[in-house]
């Protein structure tokens, strides 16, 4: 069954040498079964927002089956403008990640309205760290007020997972990703709560390797069907990978 990833970490682990170059993604990725994957900049995160992001556009460039998600960083909003306006429109982009300093604090609404505002003409999805209720609930303030982007909650809210699928539950523009606590009664329950189709599989490698986020699809007990929207369809539909990109 075709896998894709859509979380990825370029750099920042914690090991010199891994995950740094698109040659050394893609081996990891084919030893684990995943074809494709969409890749966002640590340098970008960690540091700055416009070179680290055009670091990475050179590296998916040259590599098939990775893709990029632009990081614009809310405590460097003018550099992450700046990097919105070069790099968004590229083809090798499909999507765009709001992030601050702390991952684990909720981001501010205020000084995230500038950067969503500035992503409305591309029209690419939006991922949003969710590793707790309280970066869910902020995440679902931001989906209802821009309800003209899509949303995808990386990590579901962690360990408060129900709290991620009440927020999807109540907001149609919220998709989730499967990343956060191992816990295998989270997927069925998202599925009754808002469907396979808007669930995306996605692991946080390298820090988490995808191989506990596969078993968890796998150990859940979810149908054929749902398991190959998750790992595939859902992915491809939203960033448009089996289309052609202008």
Same mark, same amino acid.
């Given at each position: ?6 979380? !990825?970490?370029?750099?920042?682990? @914690? ?6 170059? +698109? ?17 966002? $900049? ?8 416009? $070179?680290?992001?055009?670091? %990475?556009?050179h590296m998916v ?6 893709? @990029?998600?632009?990081?614009?960083? *809310?405590?460097? !909003?003018?550099?992450? *403008? ?27 609404? *205020? !000084?995230? #309205?500038?950067?969503? &505002? ?11 760290h969710t590793p ?9 303030? *931001? ?10 909650? %990386?990590?579901?809210?962690?360990s408060d997972w ?13 998709? %989730?990703?499967?990343? @956060?606590?191992? #816990? ?10 808002? @469907? ?14 995808? !191989? ?6 796998? #150990?859940? +007990? ?10 595939? #369809? &859902? ?7 089996? +289309?052609?990109?202008?």
């Open positions: 069954m075709p896998v894709v990833d859509v979380h !990825v970490h370029l750099e920042g682990y @914690g090991i010199p040498g891994v995950n740094q170059t +698109g040659a050394q993604i893609r081996e990891f990725m084919s030893v684990r079964g995943i074809e494709r994957c969409v890749i966002m $900049s640590s340098r970008a995160a960690q540091a700055d927002p416009l $070179s680290g992001n055009h670091i %990475l556009k460039e040259q590599q098939e089956g990775l893709y @990029g998600c632009l990081v614009a960083h *809310l405590n460097r !909003v003018d550099a992450s *403008l700046q990097a919105i306006r070069d790099l968004l429109s590229s083809r090798y982009f499909v999507s765009v990640a709001l992030i601050s300093s702390n991952p684990s604090v909720p981001l501010q609404p *205020l !000084v995230a #309205d500038e950067v969503l &505002n500035a992503c409305r003409r591309y029209q690419k999805p939006v991922m949003l707790n209720a309280a970066c869910v609930e902020a995440g679902l303030h *931001l989906a209802k007020t821009y309800n003209m982007h899509k949303f995808i909650f %990386l990590g579901m809210g962690g129900r709290t991620g699928i009440a927020a999807a539950h109540q907001s149609v523009n919220i998709h %989730l990703e499967t990343s @956060g606590a191992l #816990d295998r009664a989270k997927l069925p329950a998202a599925i009754e709560a808002i @469907g396979s189709h808007r669930i995306l599989f996605g692991s946080g490698m390298p820090t988490l390797d995808p !191989v506990a986020s596969l078993g968890l699809i796998e #150990d859940s +007990g979810i149908s054929v069907v749902e398991q190959r929207r998750i790992l595939n #369809d &859902n992915a491809a539909k939203m960033f448009n990978l089996d +289309g052609d990109q202008e």
